[in-house]
């Protein structure tokens, strides 16, 4: 009898250091490497830290009225005019019906590119977000890229379930969706995982949920 040899699962690593980006992490973590998605939440404490050290910013919509309002409530600056000059996101995108008009031209004018896509109303602005990191993103790169999703847990629970379900969607990337207090990732089923933990920065539960994600069509009633 033939049997077929195993090919061994891909390792794919995930570490929390981009919280604390002047702590040293292990010497074997994931290099740090992400992308900022900011929701229309409130912005998290941390937020000047993910700023400081994301490669590419994106605020989804009405994130950008979260940037343009509350940045300077985290910062030292004595001129708020001086901290909205200095966090410009690179891009807004979604369908544009929560941004305010004077942010939306704010950021136009110091250069952000501004991608209106209220024609689209078949996915939340989030997934659209991400579609653009996804489709930019080299294959080879993904599995290393980590997105970071400000915003996206609390609120309507409907905006945090569909949230949660890009995630699946975009199951080759590493995606991190995050808040004040907690953060939810996706541990796809193609690899193995390792998870480093800094140990100075703990909290007090990790959680691993198995979720089943079948698909159903559903037929109306006659």
């Known amino acids: 009898m033939l049997c077929r040899a195993v090919r061994p699962m891909d390792v ?23 992308a900022l998605v900011v929701l229309n939440q409130h912005l998290p404490r941390f937020m000047p830290h993910l700023w400081a050290h994301a490669k590419l910013r994106i605020c989804a919509d009405g ?3 979260r940037i343009f309002d509350e940045m300077f409530q ?9 901290t909205r000059n200095k966090y410009i996101p690179e891009i807004i995108e979604g369908d544009m019906d929560s941004i305010r008009p004077e942010v939306k031209l704010f950021y136009s004018n110091q250069g952000s590119k501004i991608f209106d896509k209220s024609h689209n109303q078949e ?14 993103t080299p294959d080879n790169e993904k ?6 999703v400000t915003g996206a847990l609390g609120g309507r629970f409907d905006h945090e379930a569909a949230n949660i379900n890009v995630l699946y969607v975009f199951s ?18 193609t690899h193995r995982h390792e998870l480093y ?17 079948h698909q159903q069509v559903l037929q109306p009633l006659a």
């Open 123 to 136: 996915t939340t602005d989030l997934h659209k977000c991400i579609s653009r990191i996804h489709h930019h």
């Open 172 to 189: 080759d990337m590493r995606i991190v969706l995050l808040s004040d207090d907690c953060l939810i990732r996706l541990l796809p089923k």
């Open 197 to 213: 933990i800094e140990s100075s920065a703990k909290g007090h539960i990790v959680d691993f949920f198995l979720l089943v994600h």
């Open 74 to 82: 985290m910062t030292n600056d004595q001129d708020q005019k001086i």
């Open 12 to 34: 794919m690593k995930h570490s929390s250091s981009f919280l604390l980006p002047k702590l040293n992490q292990p010497a074997n973590a994931p290099a740090k490497n992400h």
């Open 143 to 148: 599995s290393d890229l980590s997105v970071l």
């Open 63 to 65: 994130g950008a009225n």
